[in-house]
């Protein structure tokens, strides 16, 4: 998957982006990680099985490499109209997450993000993921 005309490929790695409170997050953090970046939202029709999938998937793996990266996103149907610290304590208290949840952001800022998500692979595992999330890991 390449970047269109317009935006220049970049790694996820190169970008740093806001925390849930705002404080700068430098995403070469996450390098060496698989990295699985979601959009999310507390009042979407999905968002019972997605948060509990997502919590589910990173408890089974967060000990292989394996980060979820949390952006909650109000630009589909107004589905997430609080503020971002509302998204994080939604999460962590409803859902128990425990990776991270995000600054707010728009879906272009997704799509700018996950330029290279979709082709990075931790070079000593593929974790390949299905809509519902569900995944293969092969070691």
């Known amino acids: 998957m390449g970047a269109s005309a317009?935006?220049?490929?970049?790694?996820v790695h190169q970008f740093t982006v806001k925390d849930s409170?705002?404080?700068d997050v430098n995403l070469s953090i996450y390098q060496?990680?698989?990295?699985?970046?979601v959009n999310?939202?507390?009042?979407?029709?999905?968002?019972?099985?997605?948060?509990?999938?997502l919590?589910?998937?990173?408890?089974?793996?967060?000990?292989?490499?394996?980060?979820?990266l949390a952006f909650p996103c109000n630009q589909f149907l107004y589905q997430e109209p609080g503020t971002?610290?509302?998204?994080q304590e939604f999460a962590c208290t409803r859902f128990k997450a425990e990776y991270p949840v995000f600054q707010k952001v728009g879906r272009d800022q997704i799509r700018t993000l996950g330029?290279?998500?979709v082709t990075y692979v931790n070079p000593t595992r593929v974790i390949k993921f299905i809509?519902?999330?569900?995944?293969?890991?092969?070691?």
Request: hydrophobic share 30%.
């Open 6 to 11: 317009s935006v220049p490929e970049r790694s």
């Open 21 to 23: 409170s705002g404080k």
């Open 84 to 87: 971002s610290q509302e998204a």
């Open 131 to 139: 809509w519902p999330i569900q995944s293969e890991v092969n070691s």
């Open 55 to 68: 919590t589910e998937l990173y408890r089974k793996y967060k000990d292989q490499e394996f980060e979820i």
């Open 115 to 117: 330029l290279k998500v």
């Open 40 to 53: 999310v939202a507390s009042k979407c029709g999905f968002t019972e099985s997605n948060y509990t999938q």
């Open 32 to 37: 060496g990680k698989v990295l699985l970046i």
